[in-house]
């Protein structure tokens, strides 16, 4: 896989189960964050009437599968989602409390989809372990795989620099260290577009709740393709 960090995939293997026990479903998510999957996930589903077709989704590092969830029970079933991510505990109990939903073990900078093959790809709170350096390769990816026209959301902790954040994880037992790389959405949005994505909204809201950083959304699509050309994007740009 090559792309993730590898301490912190050690994290997640490590506390799986206390991952799913404390966020079985949407616990973490502020009413903001969940409209914004809501009204993606609905969208992703809308066209299904028109064309017959059901959408083609990956949630690309989704954990123990928590939010694939969730869309799939937003858009009532008419996505077909499947998940991603580089750790096999994730994934153990993805496949335990998912059956249904379809995994792969990998990263954001190598998905193992054919090219062009995807409606909407999900990145909830997993760039927030790329590197600057890997960042580019995951939006290029995340585009490779989207259809002209397919969108991605993005959320992640706003914000800059380097946090290590293994305390949680050391408070359960584990001894790890996780860093977590903070952006702000127009960061994130400027990484996008470099990887020849429009971005359609970009926002940050202030911590609520229990959070201690601010949380930002970055709603992105793959151009239509132009009549006798490509999209305008730039798959091979260096960022
Ligand atoms: C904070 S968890 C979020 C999981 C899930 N999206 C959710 O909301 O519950 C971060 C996830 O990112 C995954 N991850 C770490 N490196 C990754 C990478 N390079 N590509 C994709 N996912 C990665 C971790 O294994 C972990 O499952």
């Known amino acids: 896989m090559g792309d993730e960090v590898d301490d912190g995939v050690r994290a997640y293997d490590l506390a799986a189960e206390d991952y799913a026990v404390h966020y079985p479903t949407t616990e973490p998510e502020q009413p903001a964050d969940l409209d914004a999957v809501r009204s993606w996930a609905a969208g992703l589903a809308g066209p299904t009437g028109q064309a017959g077709i059901t959408p083609r989704v990956l949630d690309a590092g989704c954990g123990t599968g928590r939010m ?3 869309v799939s029970d937003v858009a009532g079933g008419r996505v077909r989602i499947a998940g991603a991510d580089p750790s096999a505990g994730m994934l153990a ?19 193992p989809l054919a090219d062009e093959t995807l409606d909407g790809v999900l ?11 890997a960042l580019p390769g995951a939006l290029r990816e995340v585009r490779r795989v989207l259809r002209p026209g397919g969108s991605v959301l993005l959320g992640f902790q706003s914000g800059a620099g380097t946090h290590e954040v293994g305390a949680a994880f050391r408070s359960l037992g584990h001894e790890v260290s996780l860093v977590r790389h903070h952006r702000t959405p127009e960061v994130m949005a400027a990484a996008a577009e470099r990887a020849g994505l429009e971005v359609v909204a970009a ?6 709740g229990r959070e201690r950083d601010p949380q930002a959304v970055v709603l992105g699509r793959r151009p239509e393709a132009t009549p006798g050309g490509s999209d305008r994007g730039t798959p091979g740009a260096q960022s």
């Open 68 to 70: 694939a969830r969730f």
């Open 93 to 111: 109990v993805a496949r335990r409390e998912h059956p249904w939903l379809p995994v792969h073990r990998a990263g954001l900078t190598a998905l």
């Open 123 to 133: 990145a909830w709170y997993s760039t927030i372990h790329l590197t600057d350096a």
């Open 203 to 208: 926002r940050a809201r202030p911590a609520a």
